[in-house]
């Protein structure tokens, strides 16, 4: 089966710790996304890469951090820097304009 | 900000009724999608409108663009209660690959 995952999907934290949110993809994309979404809101940006070891900073990338270093997959860790780290965490990655979504992580600090 | 914004907020209909709803975003875009999320689940696509498209249709949906008004509106047709979840439109510019969302429309179908 294609797809992405995300592991795992509710994840607990005490503040001041940092953590590491999955994102795999078994579809072949290049391109791949970190988005968060607060309740009632859209998904705000917080990094991409388009490529193996490349990756750019999204409208809010504060208090996070990516790596790249396969094709399959792009990990976001949340710092114990960013303030207020409670939300979803969607993943995607896109083929020729159209983004396909991993299921999400919901991160709760506490 | 190039972010579309979605009206109405949210809007509840009667199954077999039409919904539709609006995106707005603000500068030059090459495509707009739309797309539909579940409560609490991943993003799914619906469909995709090219800049120098007017009008798309899939199944039950129908896209149409105004590049000059910068909108487009989602219309649903025949609506089923399954259709009930978020609905979020996504512009993206020339050869810039990131995507800008919408802060969505949550439509819920009553049975």
């Known amino acids: 089966d294609g797809g992405i995952t995300q592991s795992p999907k509710y994840l607990f934290r005490k503040e001041g710790q940092n953590v590491t949110l999955s994102c795999e993809q078994n579809?072949?994309?290049?391109?791949m996304y970190w988005y968060r979404q607060d309740p009632g809101q859209g998904l705000r940006l917080i990094y991409y890469s388009q490529i193996v070891n490349d990756f750019q900073k999204g409208d809010i990338a504060e208090g996070y951090s990516v790596s790249r270093e396969k094709k399959e997959s792009f990990p976001l860790t949340v710092t114990s820097a960013q303030k207020n780290p409670t939300a979803f965490y969607l993943c995607?990655?896109?083929?020729?304009?159209?983004?396909?979504f991993g299921p999400g992580t919901r991160l709760t600090v506490t | 900000s190039q972010q579309g914004e979605e009206d109405p907020q949210a809007l509840s209909i009667q199954e077999g009724e039409n919904a539709t709803m609006n995106c707005s975003y603000k500068?030059?875009?090459?495509?707009l999608q739309w797309y539909r999320q579940n409560s609490g689940r991943g993003l799914v696509h619906l469909i995709l409108?090219?800049?120098?498209?007017r009008e798309k249709h899939s199944g039950r949906l129908r896209v149409t663009l105004d590049t000059s008004k910068k909108s487009s509106s989602l219309l649903i047709t025949a609506s089923r209660a399954a259709d009930t979840a978020s609905y979020f439109c996504?512009?993206?510019?020339?050869?810039?690959?990131?995507?800008?969302f919408g802060s969505g429309t949550k439509l819920n179908v009553k049975p």
């Open positions: 409108i090219r800049s120098n498209e």
């Open positions: 996504a512009t993206d510019r020339y050869n810039f690959n990131k995507f800008y």
């Open positions: 500068t030059s875009i090459n495509n």
């Open positions: 579809l072949n994309h290049d391109a």
């Open positions: 995607a990655s896109s083929l020729a304009n159209e983004q396909y």
